[in-house]
């Protein structure tokens, strides 16, 4: 097939639908080539991504690659004091919250994270908590939620205390899960609630939350708020339990 420039290519669209025209005008059917051409758009051209298998896109913010806390900070002020080692970030309890130093609106989120195998006496809301809050607001649930009942809306997958996961995605303590977020955060006019936030999750390939409202803040006590506020950072909840990540990147949308 022979390929023509843009230039080239609208010079002759535009005789085409000149062509079309006239064709209409004297009755004529138009060619199913020249109807198509009608609903094409050439402009804008999406940017070119390279995304390798188990890689990071190229247009990614890495959050964490293994090394070291850079991106990261207490929420406390001062330095993120959780562990690093061998490639993997684990909560160091006592030590508080950690979150990025940059602030995020609309995001695609990647994040790996790992529960300890050892969970005697451990049941519930208690075995091996943890949380991603985007804008520091919004908790997706991370836990230990293989073969342990809990209230399903505080379960892996879930928005917590608001919407209950599909499924139930969850690989045994000690392996990787994965997930996958697609965030839009809420917009406000001033002290006004414009939009609703939303929230995709993808949990080990597993699709838990379909474009779920978000109600407002993930409360423990109490119904959902509405806290005007503009981009936040992402943050990662220390529970008492030694839940471990890795492999954390993200994208704005």
């Not at 994040?111 to 300890?116: D, H, I, R, S």
């Not at 699709?207 to 950072?233: D, F, R, S, Y």
Request: charged share 20%; with cysteine; proline share 6%.
């Amino acid at each position: 097939m022979m390929h023509l420039n843009w230039s080239v290519k609208s010079t002759l669209a535009l005789c085409v639908l000149g062509t079309a025209g006239f064709a209409v005008a004297q009755g004529q059917a138009l060619e199913p080539w020249q109807q198509a051409q009608k609903t094409e758009v050439w402009e804008p051209v999406p940017e070119a991504v390279s995304s390798p298998a188990n890689g990071v896109p190229s247009d990614a913010i890495v959050l964490f690659d293994g090394s070291d806390l850079s991106e990261w900070e207490s929420v406390k002020g001062g330095a993120a004091e959780w562990t690093v080692k061998d490639g993997v970030l684990t909560v160091l309890p006592g030590k508080g919250d950690i979150k990025t130093k940059r602030d995020f609106c609309d995001v695609q989120l990647h994040v790996e994270w790992k529960t300890p195998t050892d969970v005697e006496g451990m049941e519930g809301q208690q075995r091996n908590n943890s949380g991603i809050f985007f804008q520091q607001k919004y908790e997706i649930q991370v836990l230990d939620s293989y073969n342990n009942p809990t209230y399903p809306n505080g379960q892996a997958g879930s928005v917590y205390k608001q919407t209950i996961p599909l499924v139930n995605a969850m690989r045994p303590p000690g392996q990787w899960q994965e997930y996958d977020i697609l965030f839009t955060a809420p917009r406000f006019d001033g002290e006004e609630l414009v939009s609703h936030g939303y929230v995709t999750v993808i949990h080990n390939g597993v699709v838990v939350q379909n474009h779920t409202k978000i109600l407002g803040t993930t409360e423990w006590i109490g119904a959902p708020k509405t806290i005007p506020h503009g981009c936040a950072p992402i943050q990662l909840q220390d529970h008492d339990n030694f839940v471990s990540f890795r492999n954390i990147w993200i994208r704005e949308l």
